[in-house]
């Protein structure tokens, strides 16, 4: 029937249906054709709209046609393995007001038997009433509303063995009729027909089914009133001689390097050629007996706007234009960009699992749970933010769009949302995001990109292979979706993806994903879960090698869920050759139950002594860590996940808006009185950045020592220790606490009995000493210590530094103590503050924060500075200043360079002055 259909489409987007008359081609299966079958030989529908996506017991055979069935078939499936049911189901076709539709389909059978009788093709599960049914039942060819009514002969009619006939239903003005070889059977129905997974040589309700031979299948739309004849021609024939494109070509983004794709299908007798074409000057690009056209090697010189004309001695149809365009992506390179050390400095963060899920105790649904099912009772997302940013932690990172495809915002392109929840008056993004903004923490989004509510479950199944169609059409879909998220919800620090595996990678288009993210927010780093790794392969974090390929690219960093990072922690990775750096984001749950959606049952969190290692494993080695809280039903996060998170704060020196705090003995040079003979237990493992390793004492040492040299006078006021412990039995029963100037002479600034499974020690003074060292004085066997850390806490006196000057203008003191100028929160609608501070230190460069579009600042060898912004707005004044004293403010420079591009603006040393600020303020 159409022996040329490509087997291998990549993007593409459809036409207006083929019209016949008035009659539109819905679903075209040419069954058995070279090219028509996908994964596991389940159909492609040639409009790309409906193709099957489940099949039973591996489904059919395609078999050369041997006599006359469909015009211009070559193919057929044969189904008549009558020990097993062979077939398929999936599709549901959106047929307009459920009228003016029909389906149709080539069949021939050996015999009517029990063995052979079964539902050939449906409009839904075989075993729902009310669904249309044309089946081989008993004595022959017959159709039904199923446990209905019959449409046509009770029973069936007209069978003759291995005979192909057509068979059609066709609905029109609300009667439905049943038609063998284009003859009406007596006996029509008038009842409204039922749609859902519909089934294609299968019988949903039991062990028997069709067993013969299927070929051409076809659902068609008229306009009211069309004539019977158009209907069974559009059903039966090879289609218009003229050709007429069915798939058109979609825009591709590509890096630069990269190979991109176009695909068009046109139907037509004889099968048409194609010719390619790029605008502009319609210069002849490609030709061929395919529609596919492929460019390898891409370059700037390639972009621009292709389409193809179809071709053959009855006429030619010519596509719709689709460009080409290199898409952003990150600068190959061995360390991280100025973005991702932001992204690294972050360090923490709280993941919140909130959705449809958390009303049916489940982690994963599938898309079917009324959207109604969504009721809390509130939303305290102030509740949220603030547990997160009394833990220590710097961002919130809130699941959109789980695989079930609910949405907490009200989306334009679906009803699955809070819009038509229970809940309407809730945009939960909008909530948290807020929230986010009010308390200093940065917003994140969660998105997954598999969907399985989308397009009537077309991506419902758990492992997929998505016709082109749905690929191009999903991905418009989520890039819609991203837009709203990333236009609607002020500043995102990241976009995390989930779900690809599903699928190819390809299917997702994650180029052109990254370039919407990347033109929108341009400091949103983007990752999908399982970055690295062969295509079809989840590689663990432990298992990860330097050099090993990026799976999804672009990425800005990688994700495993729910895997921690190795010691030691590769961080470059490639993609066509190139070297890129990606830090390492781990994802825990504080849940008891491991779960990440709330259940009825979750009570209780997870140990501290198990955070605690989460925590050191995560964020050493420049990694992230983000732990999951599920609000429960009523909007707010459990008493006990909230107080496991403070303990643990409180374990790590956290506090809110404070900078991290930092390991001194990490850097000191560690020694001991005594280190067990193997295993590799020295005295440098206590104060690794590894969690697992540790430090232990020779046996029979009854008081070792465990010193640290800084090299220099250090100043500090807190030290933490972790005891390794067999059991709950840990050996140490006594200690002291000493500090040097000389590693000789000895002071003791803390006594204590046991150390434990954790400790922590606030001296109530800050200490100045080269050398520290534990000491202990007696054991119950040879000690060992998994972690030693040393911390200075100590808080500058804001009257006595210029700590105070920069309070005045409206720095807080964390953003002061950890060098970075924040924004004022009053955005205007591109996101950008109307305001940003840029600090350039006191003698050293401050890295500025905006909030918004990317920003470089720099100081120069010699003296000298220089920031870039974006010009974004023709009807806003932007106004750089310089100070010396972040009082008194002069005018420096006034709308430089021009509207929609970078601007840098260059400051020579020896002005005197030591800050700069930029104003942005809309022109009157």
Known sequence: MYPKLTAILTAFTLSQPVLRANVAILADYPLGEPGSLGTNSRPLDLTGTYSYTGNNYGGTTPVATAGVSAPGSTHYLDTSDTTRQEGFWGPVFSVPGSDNFAMGIYVRAAEDTAATRGSIFTSGPSNQNGVLKIT??????????????????????????????HLALIRSGGVTTFYIDGAAQAGTWSGTPVFGQSHLGVDAGGTNAFDGHLDQARVVTFTAGESVANILAALTSAGAPEPHILQQPASVVVQNGGTATFTAYASG??????????????????????????????????????????????????????????????????????????????????????????????????????????????????????????????????TTKHHDGFCLWPSAYTTYDVASSSRPDLDVVKLVSDACQRHGLRFAVYYSLWDRNWNNGAMRATSLD????????????????????????????????????????????????????????????????????????????????????????????RTADPFMPKFADPKTFTHSGNTYYL?????????????????????????????????????????????????????VLLPSNVTALAQLAQRLGLEPDRPFPVNLARTATASASTEWPSGGHQAWKASDEDPNSRWAAADGDASPTLSFDFGQATTFDRIMVNEYGEGDVYRCQSFDLQTSDDGSAWTTIHSGTTLGESIRIDLPAPVTSRWLRLRVNSASGAVSIWMFKVQNSARPDPEKTSFRLWQEQNFTLGEIQ???????????????????????????????????????????????????????????????????????????????????????????????SLFLRLQAAEKP
């Open 136 to 165: 081989l039942d008993g004595n022959g060819w017959s159709a039904s509303a199923h446990n209905v009514a019959w449409i046509g002969t009770a029973g069936g009619t007209g069978f003759t063995a291995n005979t192909w006939v």
């Open 583 to 635: 830090p390492f984001e781990a994802t825990i749950t504080i849940a008891n139950g491991s779960h990440w959606f709330y259940h009825t049952g979750d009570e209780t969190a997870k140990p501290l002594s198990s955070l605690e290692n989460s925590f050191n494993t995560a964020t050493a080695q420049g990694n992230l860590l983000v732990i999951n809280c599920s609000p429960n039903r009523n909007g």
């Open 466 to 557: 998505l016709s082109p169609a749905n690929s191009a059409a999903y991905v418009t879909y989520m890039k819609n979706q991203l837009t709203e998220l990333l236009t609607n919800y002020g500043p995102v620090a990241e976009l995390w993806l989930d779900g690809g595996w599903v699928t190819p990678s390809e299917d997702w288009n994650i180029p052109a994903v990254y370039d919407l993210v990347k033109s929108l927010q341009p400091e949103c780093q983007v990752s999908v879960n399982w970055t690295v790794g062969p295509e079809g392969s989840n590689v663990t974090p432990a298992n990860q090698q330097p050099g090993d390929p990026l799976r999804y690219f672009p990425s800005d960093f």
């Open 269 to 398: 007798h004889p099968t048409p050629t194609y010719q390619w074409f790029r605008n502009p000057g319609a210069v002849p690009v490609s030709g061929g007996a395919t529609g596919t056209l492929t460019l390898a090697n891409v370059t700037s010189a390639d972009t621009g706007d292709y389409y193809v004309v179809a071709t053959n001695t009855a006429g030619s149809d010519t596509s719709a234009t689709a460009t080409l365009a290199i898409g952003r992506a990150p600068t190959p390179s061995t360390l991280p960009d100025a973005v991702q050390q932001m992204q690294m400095d972050r360090k923490y963060g709280m993941f919140c699992h909130f959705g449809v899920n958390t009303f049916a105790d489940q982690e994963w649904t599938d898309g079917t749970l009324p959207a109604t099912t969504f009721n809390p009772t509130a939303v305290d997302a102030d509740q949220w933010v603030l547990a997160a940013k009394a833990a220590g932690m710097r961002y919130l990172l809130l």
């Open 818 to 912: 950890s060098g970075i100028a924040g924004a004022d929160t009053t955005p205007w609608g591109d996101g950008l503050p109307n305001f940003l501070k840029y600090a350039l230190g006191i003698g050293n460069a401050r890295h500025p924060h905006t909030g918004g579009s990317a920003t470089t600042f720099g100081m120069f060898p010699g003296g000298g500075w220089k920031f870039q912004f974006h010009r974004a707005r023709p009807d806003v004044t932007y106004t750089i200043q310089s100070s010396s004293d972040l009082q008194n403010w002069q005018l420096y420079d006034q709308d430089p360079g021009s509207v929609g591009s970078p601007v840098e603006v260059f400051v020579p040393g020896g002005t005197g």
